[in-house]
C-alpha cells in the first residue's frame, strides 16, 4: 500500500480492487463490514498495520531526502521529541531484524558498513 492508497483510507475512500480502474468507491465503513464486529475488528486491525508501515515509510523517505525530526514531527501533529523516540526504535527494530538475516558480513564488515552509510548521509544533509 503506498501514499494513494493511504490518502484513500484517510478520506474515508477505498477502492475495491487494485487490479485497475475500479467501478466504484466504498467508504471505510463499508470495507469493515464483515459477518461480525469481531472479523471488523480483525480487517481495521490490519487497516491500521498498513497505515502504520505507510507512515514509517514516508517517515524514512522525508529523513533520507533532509527532512529534519522537527519536520516531521510538525507534520504528524506531535513533538520532536515523541516523533524522533517513536520512529527511531521502530527503524532499530527493523535493522536488527535485517542484521539477523544477514549472515554473511561479518561484525567488524558491518561496522565498517554502518560508519560509511552515516558518513554519506551525513554529507547528503549538509548538501
Known sequence: MHCLALWEICHGLV???LSGYPDKVLPLQQLVSGTSPLDDLRELKKIEA???QVRCDLVRDARN???TWEQ???ALGMTKQSAWE???????IELSHRVKQN???SEDA????????TKIVRR????
Open 50 to 52: 498498513e497505515i502504520d
Open 15 to 17: 477502492f475495491p480492487d
Open 124 to 127: 547528503r544533509r549538509a548538501k
Open 103 to 105: 549472515t554473511d558480513l
Open 65 to 67: 531526502n533532509g527532512a
Open 110 to 117: 558491518a561496522m565498517q558498513l554502518a560508519v560509511e552509510e
Open 86 to 92: 517513536f520512529f527511531t526504535e521502530r527503524f532499530r
Open 72 to 74: 516531521v514531527a510538525q
